[in-house]
């Protein structure tokens, strides 16, 4: 098979035309590579006038790019337009209708809407690749898919999101607060204006829910994920995880258990020593545990022009060559939905900080209240004195049940002497 | 294409027995994901009668794995024999003259005879897949061959053999001295009884000629590398190295340069905080440089029964899917062989440590002598005074040629006041 594979790439903001330079500057290899020419043979886009950088005398133009998911002269659209529904969705659904593959990096759209669009492409013997919407450069999906295709996976877990992850690193660095750390990374583009499906937890949702369906070749439904974002998260928890010997990281983290599957996203305590604690910045980096190949870890870029094109390329070079596997890694006929296990559920060590004032007796009221749930504390802070002031207080435990817990952080921060909601975040050793 | 894909497993020793196990313990998992069945149909060994905990009674059995190799009811042979030459090398000839692929973790058979292999593979249009060769568990052939497609590599290096890293980690741990430490090793496991393989740096350079072959689409020569072991790393050096913020770390390093390619194996000073600096014991690590995507690091186990039959198991779904590409990336027919680069002309920075008598004048003749080089010295240690007596003194230098500093390492080690030669180590700050 040497004739070209037709590209049409809807969208051309930074990811769209980030492809079109790799196609543009790496034909060659790329061609060597596949066993024949990538080309990028239509493109679409809001603006036609615009100079991006990029030689578009060669290529169809599609106001519409619906329209040109349905022409017969291509073979694979790229949909790089974004957003779980509306245009990027109908592109994708009329790609496959039309009998093409479809390669995105759109989680949203795959985390809402993958399932359906599975059952599509399946039906229509095309391929749904999706290299890029998690981890950005990193090539878990293929790593998962084919690398670790010999193991049952138990848990696969990571730093999903380089904004939170960015965000965290440089609170710690500098010691500020979340939302100047937010501010400046807005200012750097590390963050979008409208920050929340970062720093909310949301986008490394999506990702986990796509990470999970294919570690675990079962849907995950979106809905049934418990997420947490990083804006609770102080300058204060910061200091004391130091202390503690712990870095604090926003994880996704998908764990199956006997009774179901744990989907989570939240921040984390990890030790310092462990790997994915030195993961700064706006790296990425995934854990997968397999039962023959143990733990493997993978890091790199997590988002930007450079790495994401570099996946979907990716994705289009397998789709070149021939390379064709099931959109979760086994056939979606036969897929079972994901249990999910209850947040209440999760078992595990815990820190809690507590805003009280400081007096006898109040530390007893808070032992008593943990005690009361069977919760044992594994260490207790308090820096300094300031008697009838507030001080902050913090605690580890050993491992009890998040039901527990919570009934525990209920009736402490009831007390009076306990000026603020409690603060908690869970102590994580799963983390390799 | 849903007949089985049937698989003849030519030698039962440790990775052997390791595929047959993940063949029959997840012979569902596999079937789905593949698409096909994925059977274990014949096997060879030298001795029939022993027991190795999986079930042979449906499977055929031959006593020469070259009459196996030809047996026209086998799809895939297993190459699980080892060795660069004799049976292994035959076994392969074989299958590929009769028409099979073949899947191996055999990096001394294919680092001296891979090209012969590979274009003797394209010849008969079957795949030669070496997923297990290079890192173990870690899928590091297809996250070069597949994941990063997309870029031109310009470097790639790791830590790729467990042996050195466990006994690195050891010595650092322990403070104890090599030898006391192989022994451990050897006792445990981790060393084989003949360690030269593993400790000269061998392994690590069989490893990495694949690795070039892969990342730049070249042939790389193996015997143009350049290869040390760690035998000459002494506790001392360690010491020094956590003084100076270094972990020593014995990295397999290939590098495209416009004159050619580096491709060397030697210990190596890497800064304490970099990722790479971070992975301990027994496990590997190989980070690449893609133009588009950055770098990434891929982390996991570097060897073991698990690990290394998922890598092989991998490499069959690969094949029961129908996925082949070209053993080095691209087809063998147009592949360039690899200019190497000479270790002379290596541009770095040293640590340089030597046993002086303790008097005056003779740290003058050693920065004389490096001056002479146009080697500037950026930082010298020495603890404690002993006058008249031996003691250490440590030097590391800035950026230098590695033949001016090798002339310098002459000279000094000429001077009368110089007791033992001169040992050097390079520090290597391309380490992610």
Redesign the interface.
């Known amino acids: 098979m040497t004739s070209p594979l037709r590209i049409g790439v809807a969208g051309l903001g930074t990811v769209g035309v980030?492809v079109l330079q790799?196609l543009e500057g790496?034909a060659g290899?790329?061609a060597?590579?596949?066993?024949r020419p990538l080309v990028a043979a239509a493109v679409s886009a809001r603006e036609r006038n615009r100079d991006r950088g990029v030689d578009l005398s060669a290529v169809r133009w599609y106001d519409d790019p619906t329209a040109m998911a349905a022409d017969p002269e291509i073979d694979v659209v790229v949909e790089a337009i974004g957003g779980s529904d509306g245009v990027a969705r109908a592109v994708c659904e009329q790609a496959i209708a039309s009998g093409k593959s479809v390669v995105t990096a759109n989680k949203a759209l795959l985390a809402l809407h993958g399932e359906g669009l599975a059952r599509a492409a399946e039906a229509k013997g095309v391929s749904l690749a999706y290299?890029a919407a998690v981890a950005g450069?990193?090539?878990i999906i293929?790593?998962l898919r084919?690398?670790?295709?010999?193991?049952?996976v138990s848990t696969v877990f990571g730093i999903l999101n380089g904004t939170c992850n960015y965000i965290l690193t440089e609170m710690r660095d500098s010691g500020r607060e979340f939302g100047e750390v937010l501010a400046d990374a807005q200012r750097l583009g590390y963050a979008e204006a409208d920050p929340s499906f970062d720093v909310d937890g949301v986008d490394a949702a999506h990702k986990l829910t796509l990470l999970a369906g294919l570690a675990f070749?079962g849907l995950a439904d979106f809905d049934t994920l418990h997420v947490e974002g990083i804006r609770h998260v102080s300058a204060l928890d910061i200091a004391f995880a130091d202390e503690l010997g712990y870095r604090i990281k926003l994880l996704g983290i998908a764990h199956r258990l006997a009774e179901g599957v744990e989907l989570r996203v939240h921040p984390c305590m990890v030790p310092a020593g462990a790997?994915i604690a030195?993961?700064e910045g706006v790296f990425n980096a995934v854990v997968a545990k397999?039962?023959?190949?143990?733990?493997?870890?993978?890091?790199?870029?997590g988002a930007?022009r450079?790495?994401t094109?570099?996946?979907?390329?990716?994705d289009?070079?397998?789709l070149a060559?021939?390379?064709?596997?099931?959109t979760l890694?086994?056939?979606a006929r036969?897929l079972e939905r994901l249990v999910p296990v209850p947040m209440d559920r999760r078992r595990g060590a815990y820190y809690v900080r507590l805003m009280v004032v400081d007096r006898p007796g109040v530390i007893a009221d808070v032992t008593r209240l943990l005690r009361d749930e069977d919760i044992s504390m594994e260490s207790f802070l308090q820096h300094g004195r300031a008697p009838g002031d507030a001080v902050p207080v913090v605690m580890t435990t050993h491992e009890t049940a998040e039901a527990a817990m919570r009934r525990a952080l209920e009736a402490i921060g009831a007390l009076d002497a306990v000026l603020e909601p409690p603060r908690m975040i869970r102590i994580e050793t799963l983390a390799a």
């Open positions: 980030g790799i790496h290899l790329l060597d590579r596949a066993g290299e450069g990193i090539p293929k790593g084919d690398g670790l295709a010999a193991n049952r070749n790997p030195m993961v397999g039962d023959f190949v143990g733990e493997v870890m993978m890091v790199g870029p930007g450079g790495p094109a570099s996946a979907i390329v990716a289009l070079v397998d060559r021939g390379f064709a596997a099931p890694g086994t056939p036969g």
